[in-house]
């Protein structure tokens, strides 16, 4: 069959569209005739749910007599638009040749990998220590001129390290010990009030909020919330530069006693202008300070002295990642469970790195690219939800199972999606 072929070298396809434009294409082709497939199966179980129904209250028990219920019409449009499905897996199956795409059949490969926790650890910043104390001191003093509220940016590009520096500082003892209370929201691109102002209700945690509040009764209660108090405000990735919308926004916090503190951070320095007050603008670590980041990651379980060349190819993937945490910590994280020296290599002369960014650093779209098969339809599921979403495990697991994403193989179902999920999240 037609899916057999295909699902055979989808692996190597995935692998490849990144710097092959027509197999790109293809497997756009290829996901449009999935989801007309699985449209189409909907469409005949609504059919047959339906029909069971009105069978019920016209006493139809018998299969043969539902079947007698169904329209010409009905059968003619679902056969037309299955043989068009069918035609054209057909026509993908018939391109893979061309496309030089190779079949990829056997079990999944099971790696030994160390499990992350989603907590910064004080230790794991590298190059930033002359930062986290000059954004503390920041935070500690108060204004001169007896201002009430100081708003702080942190900017910088993509993976530089923006929020993970506000979050060690929002956690610090000190900055805990000195402000009333603190709130943290991701803003994020799509920018909205209401979002905004319910999501710093709901993390100050001091009202009970209605689900028909609107926007003036949420602000009135954020206000209040916030009157005499001195608080701490993260509002992290913020993309919006339109100075009348962050004006209505800034005023919700005037309320605020004298030395209130708002972080925001951001990669826009337009945004960063249109605030006014304080910038911390964070450049990319240095060569040294980079290869000690994925030094830590990548050989996190041995000394990298006894593996040479391993240490070599690393420091310059290292280099290929610019100084950016970010794309440091995801290629050690992937390389750690690679003990042999040419999967580094693969790594380092991947052409990947010559291609454009389109904001998706080449370091993230190595490591996805490193996934299995059947990790990378979980984890780009995953992108249903909004960004900094805190999805439950048991949540996403479901979800997976119902799409049907999970391979049952000799285990349940829900120890495998336990096993997906576990991998994920040590990447």
């Given amino acids: 069959m037609a899916l057999l072929g295909l699902q055979a070298v989808l692996s190597d396809a995935e692998n490849k569209q990144a710097s092959n434009q027509s ?64 035609e054209t897996l057909k026509d993908l199956q018939e391109q893979i040749g061309l496309l030089g795409l190779k079949e990829h059949f056997g079990s999944i490969k099971q ?23 000059e954004l503390i001191d920041r935070l500690l003093s108060e204004d001169a001129n007896g201002k009430k509220l100081t708003v702080v940016s942190i900017v910088g590009m993509g993976g530089v390290g923006k929020t993970t520096l506000a979050k060690v500082v929002y956690n610090d003892e000190k900055v805990k010990d000195h402000f009333d209370l603190k709130a943290w929201f991701c803003v994020s691109e799509a920018y909205d009030a209401f ?19 609107n926007l003036n009764q949420l602000q009135v209660k954020l206000k209040e919330s916030l009157k005499g108090k001195k608080f701490l405000i993260v509002l992290d990735d913020v993309w919006n530069d339109n100075y009348n919308e962050w004006d209505d ?17 951001t990669r826009k320095e337009s ?28 050989f996190e379980n041995m000394d990298p002295m006894g593996h040479p060349e391993l240490e070599e190819v690393g420091k310059q993937i290292a280099a290929k990642c610019k100084g950016l945490p ?26 990947i790195w010559e291609l454009p960014h ?58 495998s999606g336990n096993q997906y999920f576990l991998e994920l999240r040590s990447r």
């Fill in 111 to 133: 790696e030994a990998r160390t499990l992350s926790t989603s907590l910064v650890d004080d230790s794991d910043i590298f190059g930033r220590q002359t930062d986290i104390e």
């Fill in 249 to 265: 926004l800034r005023n919700l916090f005037v309320q605020g006693d004298i030395g209130s503190k708002i972080i925001v951070t």
């Fill in 358 to 415: 389109n904001d998706i650093l080449p370091a993230l779209m190595l490591s996805y690219n490193d996934l299995p098969a059947h990790l990378k339809r979980c984890f780009s599921y995953c992108a249903i939800f909004p960004k900094d979403y805190a999805f439950r495990k048991e949540q996403v697991i479901h979800l997976w199972i119902a799409n049907g994403l999970i391979l049952q193989e000799d285990r349940i179902i829900q120890d």
């Fill in 23 to 86: 197999v790109s294409q293809w497997l756009d082709e290829l996901r449009d005739a999935v989801d007309s497939a699985e449209n189409l199966t909907e469409e005949i179980n609504y059919e047959a749910l339906r029909l069971k129904v009105e069978g019920q209250h016209q006493n139809l028990t018998e299969v043969s007599d539902l079947n007698l219920c169904l329209s010409d019409d009905f059968f003619l449009n679902i056969k037309e638009k299955l043989e068009d499905t069918i």
């Fill in 195 to 213: 979002r905004i102002t319910k999501g710093l209700l709901q993390e100050i945690d001091s009202f009970d909020l209605k689900v028909d509040d």
């Fill in 326 to 351: 970010l794309a440091l910590k995801t290629l050690a994280g992937m390389l750690r469970s690679k003990s042999e020296v040419e999967g580094w290599k693969r790594i380092l002369r991947s052409e």
């Fill in 271 to 298: 945004v960063a202008l249109m605030m006014v007050n304080e910038q911390i603008s964070l450049d990319n670590l240095s060569i040294e300070v980079s290869w000690s980041l994925f030094k830590r990651h990548a």
